[in-house]
């Protein structure tokens, strides 16, 4: 009969082979956390290796995602599909076992982790859609929605400072369900972490809320086992479980150490390794037995089984609301989507309203709220600015923490952009929700490396970003967004939208909304726009991310690309160019416009048209892509000042004279 501990072995030693083949790797964290591996999926984690998507499942999620070479090793010996040719694959060229776990390459990887603190941060926001989308559908006797987030991190991860925005709103919000293991080794990168990490963790989680689990022994199976138990009958309280581990456990010259961090054991350490735990097999073998020990395929079919046959109960007593969830965890939009969304649309055209962009965003929200049950939005502490609470809105923990309630869709994050970000991101990837976060634009660079993680997966987020520019006025240049959109622009996968009017704001919203494959940045103003005209043609082109706004007889003398606010700059210096032909062309979101062919491009852009300027209260970098180095940008490449927005337009050159001179120039 095999052992704990030879279970437990099974990880250690394709972690060391995996790394040693890759030459490169990080043996350390898998080693060290084996046993608590072991005891977690084999006594607890519910999932069925045979449906990675199965709706109930408890998440996973390898925070400290250097140790990818665990959760790797687990999926292979669970049963997931990955075989051991993919682990002899071990960070090569399009192989499913990337250095880092990477969500959509490898089944049942719930999440991309490797930049510490985000994996925890992905799963409170796991653990929060677990206990909203409860309590929509859940009724007294059928809990269709009922399963637990389970957490590894290290050091690192407790280090970084969105470990402590999102442990605390955790806390606060009394995520019961959400269960981390602190892999308490005392070593990271540079040695021992006394010297720059004395925290005492127990009492600062115990500060946050958190039912805290102190000084577990990591290796020992049975402690593992009572402690994890424990975490999952505390139901109000989210569990911080300390179990003190050897980082590289079993190797025998190297464990406890930072030599086992980040580098291959090497191939006389391994071999010591093998004879001092008797493991006679050759590099990523595993015995049958073990094997078996470890298959989960038949207790997860079973247990996949169960709920479906729950869920067809609930089906049979709640129909609608059970089609309803069915539609939502597979990410479809309603049926009626198509339809009502262009009638939002066009209620919003028809109206030729004038406000903020910021203020039209809401309105926006209020056409497209009422279609859409899975929003879940929120605002780092800046709801009345950024105006991201709609008609259909009703905040969760409204009690403030006495008595709550997570009936609602609309959430407070705090003061709290990274944090609010990455929970953002574990909502979209639990499913069942469009979740969608505001902050004032210049604040998104405390969230950055959330967006990025959120295109890098690929997932439906949905970023508002107000107080656009140098329009948000007195406060200054700390608070005036000048070279932001532009670096937003710049990564991959992430569309950006700066809409002009009302109209651009709900197509830019209804895009958002569309967009499944990867997260949106809305740009949006504080200060009041005009509405702009449109034929029924210029209203369906919004959607391609640039259009003809106002055009001429022929072919134009010159052409002016504007965004946001400076479209009405753009149209009023066309007025004064009357003896031109000028065309205006309104270029809301340039990924979407670079996406569109390339006809439709040159029907916008025709390449004889070298006469180019472009307009934005921004970095001029980005906009010589379409006007070319013969062409001008009315743009700043320096920092605002504090003052009224309409003294900072004309001091910075937003003015038509500037405009009409800088077309003037490359006529």
Request: charged fraction near 20%.
């Amino acid at each position: 009969m095999t052992t704990r501990h030879e279970l437990a072995n099974a990880i250690r030693f394709l972690a060391m082979d995996a790394v040693q083949q890759a030459n490169s790797g990080h043996p350390g964290a898998p080693m060290g956390m084996a046993d608590i591996a072991e005891v977690l999926f084999n006594d607890f984690m519910s999932h069925n290796p045979q449906n990675p998507q199965w709706a109930n499942r408890d998440r996973f999620v390898m925070s400290n995602g250097h140790g990818s070479m665990l959760p790797y090793s687990v999926l292979h010996l669970t049963g997931y599909d990955l075989p051991i040719s993919e682990l002899k694959n071990f960070r090569q060229l399009h192989s499913k076992t990337p250095g880092h776990p990477e969500y959509g390459y490898t089944p049942g990887i719930e999440t991309t982790t490797g930049p510490l603190g985000q994996g925890i941060a992905n799963a409170v926001g796991m653990a929060l859609a677990e206990k909203v989308l409860a309590e929509q559908f859940n009724k007294d006797s059928h809990k269709i929605v009922d399963h637990y987030t389970y957490v590894f991190l290290g050091d690192g991860c407790l280090m970084e400072g969105i470990s402590h925005e999102v442990c605390s709103l955790a806390g606060t919000l009394k995520l019961g369900k959400l269960i981390c293991l602190y892999d308490d080794n005392g070593i990271s990168i540079d040695g021992d972490v006394v010297g720059w990490f004395a925290d005492d963790t127990a009492k600062r989680f115990e500060a946050y809320g958190w039912h805290v689990i102190r000084d577990v022994d990591g290796h020992d199976s049975d402690s593992v086992r009572v402690a994890i138990a424990d975490a999952r009958m505390e139901r109000e309280k989210p569990t911080l479980i300390c179990c003190k581990t050897i980082i590289g456990k079993g190797a025998p010259n190297k464990e406890g150490g930072h030599d086992v961090h980040g580098a291959p054991l090497g191939a006389e350490e391994i071999a010591a390794a093998r004879k001092a735990a008797n493991w006679p097999y050759e590099p990523f073998v595993i015995p049958a037995d073990i094997y078996a020990a470890w298959d989960a395929k038949e207790k997860g079919a079973a247990a996949e089984a169960a709920w479906n046959k729950q869920f067809e109960a609930y089906r049979a007593a709640y129909p609608t609301e059970a089609a309803e969830f069915e539609r939502r965890v597979k990410g479809e939009l309603p049926a009626n989507w198509k339809e009502e969304a262009e009638k939002a649309v066009a209620a919003i055209n028809a109206k030729a309203e004038s406000p903020a962009t910021r203020v039209a965003s809401r309105n926006a929200l209020n056409g497209f709220a009422p279609l859409l049950p899975e929003f879940l939005g929120g605002s780092a502490d800046l709801t009345p600015s950024n105006n991201t609470f709609n008609n259909c809105s009703k905040y969760i923990n409204s009690n403030h923490g006495t008595d709550q309630d997570f009936s609602g869709n609309y959430l407070s994050y705090g003061v709290r952009e990274f944090g609010m970000s990455a929970v953002m991101n574990g909502v979209a990837l639990h499913g069942g929700f469009i979740p969608y976060g505001a902050t004032f634009l210049m604040f998104s660079e405390y969230a950055r490396n959330a967006l990025r993680m959120a295109a890098l997966m690929k997932i439906r987020s949905i970023f508002v970003y107000t107080h656009d520019s140098i329009g948000l006025g007195e406060d200054g240049p700390t608070h005036q967004g000048v070279e932001q959109t532009a670096t937003l622009r710049m990564i991959p996968r992430m569309s950006v939208w700066r809409p002009c009017d009302g109209v651009e704001t709900a197509v830019a919203w209804k895009a958002a909304i569309e967009k499944k494959d990867g997260p949106s940045s809305l740009i949006l103003t504080r200060q009041n726009l005009p509405h702009q005209p449109r034929s029924t043609e210029q209203l369906a082109n919004i959607a391609k991310g640039g259009y003809v706004l106002k055009d001429c007889e022929g072919t134009p003398d010159a052409i002016i690309i504007a965004t946001g606010s400076e479209i009405a700059l753009a149209m009023d210096a066309a007025k004064q160019l009357s003896d031109k032909k000028i065309r205006i062309v309104s270029m809301p979101a340039v990924d979407v416009f670079l996406a569109q062919d390339a006809a439709y491009r040159e029907a916008v852009l025709p390449a004889t048209v070298t006469a180019r300027v472009a307009v934005e209260a921004g970095v001029t970098a980005g906009w010589y892509q379409f006007v070319g180095l013969k062409g001008k940008v009315v743009g700043m490449d320096t920092f605002g000042e504090s003052a009224p927005a309409n003294v900072l337009f004309k001091h910075f050159g937003f003015t038509v004279d500037n405009v009409v001179a800088a077309v003037k120039s490359v006529l």
